[in-house]
């Protein structure tokens, strides 16, 4: 198993994979040092890629992921 198997392997407890994972921690990082404003697009990107290698589009779509996290749980 490849570390980019492992990248994309959703976690047991949440169901996140370490690239979301990532995404979300750039994320609460920039927010804290904006003092809780919101964080561009290209400054996260340039965030994430500082510590994995994704391209652009991977980044939208685990962006459009988070956001349509958990808004339909099953019932």
């Known amino acids: 198993m490849t570390s980019d ?23 609460d990082q920039i927010q804290k040092e904006r003092g809780g404003r919101n964080v561009p697009t290209v400054m996260l990107y340039g965030r994430v890629v500082e510590h994995i290698n994704i391209s652009e589009l991977e980044l939208q779509l685990i962006l459009q992921r988070l956001t349509s996290y958990n808004q339909n749980p099953a019932t």
């Open 5 to 27: 198997d492992l990248d994309n392997l959703p976690d047991v407890r949440d169901g996140l994979t370490r690239k979301e994972r990532l995404v979300l921690y750039c994320i």
